[in-house]
């Protein structure tokens, strides 16, 4: 695994925006139109650039695979931060959408806990590449790190498939919530020091 920085943000985007195509959570908040996969697109653009401020950019060595990790207590509001969502709003969510994301976040918000952490925001392979272990390799060397830091990973996912994988990797399910799809809230507590 190997930190990423602005040089890798187009294979990140080409990553996520491929591997979240047709996740649930994702197309709940972007505009369904013609122009779906280019809003995807921002939204990913918009997560690379707030975990670039506020968290920590990930690559799988072969560069197939990536992971975004947003540190949520470190996260301000600022004039950056504003025209980032601003332009969210109008690349990725639309006006009609604003109202369900801002309930959606405040849901994650008030379910998730404050204490220092490790939010897995986004962990994705390139489709091509998907069940090859991958994923799950880069996933062991976060987990690792956050052991290293002591601090929890937590993480929101959609995709109900992907639940025994997290729990093989020593997740568990914490709560779980219904916006017309599914959410299930995990996490993997720090490493229990004797």
Known sequence: MKIANRD????????LSNAFDDNQSINYIVKQDRNRAKRIRSLMDYSFEICFLYGK???SDNNE???????PLNK????????LDIKLIFQSVGLKNIKKTINREG???RIQP???????WFIGTDPTCQNNGIGGSLLRSIIDLAEGENKPIYL?????????WYKKMGFEVYAETDLSYHLY???RDRKKIA
């Open 8 to 15: 890798h943000k187009k294979l990140i985007l080409d990553i």
């Open 76 to 83: 301000k509001t600022t004039l950056q931060s504003i025209c």
């Open 114 to 120: 404050k204490e220092p952490m490790n939010y897995l």
């Open 156 to 164: 929101e996912t959609s995709t109900l498939k992907n639940i025994p």
């Open 185 to 187: 809230f995990l996490k």
């Open 65 to 71: 695979a990536c992971a975004l990790i947003l540190n």
């Open 57 to 59: 950019i990930f690559l």
């Open 107 to 109: 849901i994650i918000k």
